[in-house]
């Protein structure tokens, strides 16, 4: 059975509050006034359904990891809170919301930031608003379904693609194919906490980047250090693509590159060749010369087409209200929906690839322990956790701890290339050294 009623989600992208049209001293000021403009030119347009079905914000609530946007979007969560159900918010990380900390350079690399510190101030922002949106998983990813009168739904799923933010990869985005298997596997079989879906369902994902190209790279930036370049781009698009058509995935929404777009993608996916609609939503208010229009979105879903209602303002003066436009509405076809069995097929296929993505990410992620030797009340912890894993290992039963110590410090004054650590977790590179 299709959709009964038409499912209403409002879109908000980008709104870098650290750095935002609205700029005041108090931060919750600013996010006030950014809600009261949304709730204004929903009310304007007859777009303010109460409730929305769901809310999805899509990263990027601050600028260069400033607390200040983050208690400015904790704010504007709560005010716009009432546009929706209780909890009926999707809320995930943008590539600014990643804490880089200072650069710590590694050869020819720079040691990334260890997750949980990383994500730090971005979980306790989530922890602020924990009564509007559902607890993340350990990916930071977050599923919801929406469904009415036992009829079939909509599930919305929300996945971080900011796991390799970097000083030396700004920009690039990466899901990772140990998330999508996961989230796959929830959807198929729903544990505790977790939104299954049901055969007819409707499936729409969010990332924070893009997952099809959105501009050049110019030539010229290649002369730049990696640091420096503007890039914009998701280093395992393809696989993901792969998998979420596999897994009935009918649009994808992202933010990102403050620019409003729309693709439609084919020929990912093993089963069939019906398109994936990929939607790219503008910046709410980012004030920056290269930021030149403004942008909310509007969902409408039905048991056949997506309607997408686009609103813009061009960028002006900062703190002014801003002129509101709405486009003609467009209306594209649901090509696909879930079913079950395949979805149960697809993670068969990807099983083993899932298991790669996971051990590359833990061997990459495994390396970012070295950052804690810049700290010396955490560093004795640290080293203790990398001589344990080293100990583990088949053959390391006889490293010590003073020589473990001793081939880290090897490792900063000679730091290894990238063919001698590749796919190697940083225990498994020291212990054949021992």
Excluded at 24 to 53: C, M, N, S, W
Excluded at 95 to 118: M, Q, R, W, Y
Excluded at 128 to 139: G, R
């Amino acid at each position: 059975m299709g959709i009964p009623v038409a499912y209403w989600i409002l879109h908000i992208a980008d709104p870098h509050f650290g750095r935002a049209h609205f700029h005041f001293t108090d931060p919750k000021e600013i996010g006030r006034r950014h809600a009261r403009e949304v709730k204004k030119v929903l009310l304007d347009y007859d777009l303010l359904r109460a409730p929305f079905h769901a809310i999805v914000l899509s990263g990027d609530f601050t600028f260069a990891y400033d607390p200040v946007g983050l208690e400015s979007a904790a704010q504007f969560v709560a005010d716009i809170s009432d546009l929706a159900d209780r909890r009926a918010m999707i809320v995930i990380p943008g590539n600014h919301d990643v804490d880089l900390s200072d650069n710590l350079p590694f050869g020819k690399f720079s040691i990334p930031v260890e997750k949980k510190p990383a994500e730090e101030k971005f979980r306790s922002f989530l922890d602020a608003i924990h009564e509007y949106v559902w607890d993340p998983n350990v990916w930071l990813s977050m599923t919801l379904r929406l469904e009415d009168e036992g009829e079939s739904g909509l599930v919305l799923l929300g996945m971080n693609s900011c796991r390799v933010e970097r000083h030396d990869a700004r920009g690039w985005g990466y899901v990772g194919l140990d998330q999508v298997y996961e989230l796959g596997a929830q959807l198929v079989a729903p544990r505790a906490g977790g939104a299954g879906a049901k055969d007819g369902d409707v499936i729409i994902g969010i990332t924070h980047h893009n997952l099809l190209p959105v501009w050049d790279l110019e030539l010229g930036a290649l002369t730049l250090v990696p640091g420096e370049r503007k890039l914009s781009f998701t280093v395992d698009a393809a696989s993901v693509l792969h998998a979420l058509s596999d897994f009935g995935i009918a649009a994808l929404l992202h933010g990102h590159t403050h620019i409003l777009s729309e693709k439609h993608v084919a020929g990912y996916g093993e089963e069939d060749a019906e398109s994936t609609m990929v939607l790219g939503a503008g910046s709410l208010g980012f004030f920056h010369p290269t930021c030149n229009e403004h942008h909310l979105q509007i969902l409408e879903v039905d048991s056949n087409s997506v309607k997408i209602y686009d609103l813009t303002s061009q960028a002006h003066q900062r703190n002014a209200d801003r002129l509101w436009g709405l486009a003609p509405r467009r209306e594209v076809k649901i090509a696909r929906r879930w079913k079950r069995d395949r979805a149960r097929r697809a993670l068969a296929r990807m099983k083993a690839d899932a298991g790669r993505a996971r051990w590359d990410w833990e061997a990459m992620d495994s390396w970012s322990r070295l950052r804690a030797s810049r700290d010396p009340a955490r560093w004795p912890a640290v080293l203790e956790e990398i001589y344990q894993d080293v100990r583990r290992l088949p053959g390391g039963e006889k490293a010590t701890r003073e020589r473990v110590a001793t081939l880290i410090q090897i490792l900063f004054d000679a730091p290894p290339n990238d063919e001698e650590i590749a796919g190697l977790t940083l225990q498994e590179y020291l212990l054949p050294r021992l």
